[in-house]
């Protein structure tokens, strides 16, 4: 059974730091990439940023590019995600997603997509 697991979210002040796990049983990162979404409320669920192992590919929307980092642990199956100057228009739900490649995850709708964890609440005070 495939699932995504992430954690490390919580309350930060504005310009802190923040490390998010995605956690993954099933697969392997070598069969799927993952991406990161975040969902503010009222707001769609967006993507910022996405890894592939296999492709050597790591992403990042205008949003958060040179704030936030991934990384990964291949043999203990996580990717993280480094969030530095944290900003209050971060905050948000944030999911990882699991699908074949980077260009499915940054093409296809949300819900089209294979696999997604439960999400853990980032919340930046001004």
């Known amino acids: 059974e495939v699932q995504l697991v992430e954690s490390g979210g919580g309350l930060v002040q504005a310009g802190g730091s923040l490390r998010l796990s995605c956690t993954a049983s099933?697969?392997?990162?070598?069969?799927?990439?993952i991406g990161w979404f975040r969902q503010a409320p009222g707001k769609e669920r967006e993507e910022i940023s996405c890894?592939?192992?296999?492709?050597?590919?790591?992403e990042y929307a205008d949003s958060v590019k040179g704030r936030f980092t991934i990384s990964s642990d291949v043999a203990g199956n996580t990717v993280y995600l480094q969030m530095n100057s944290l900003k209050p228009e971060d905050t948000a739900v944030y999911f990882c997603?699991?699908?074949?490649?980077?260009?499915?995850?940054?093409?296809?709708?949300?819900?089209?997509?294979?696999?997604w964890g439960q999400g853990t609440q980032v919340t930046v005070s001004s």
């Open positions: 890894f592939s192992h296999s492709d050597h590919i790591t």
């Open positions: 099933g697969f392997s990162f070598d069969e799927f990439a």
């Open positions: 997603a699991a699908d074949e490649d980077c260009l499915t995850i940054t093409s296809m709708a949300p819900d089209e997509l294979d696999y």
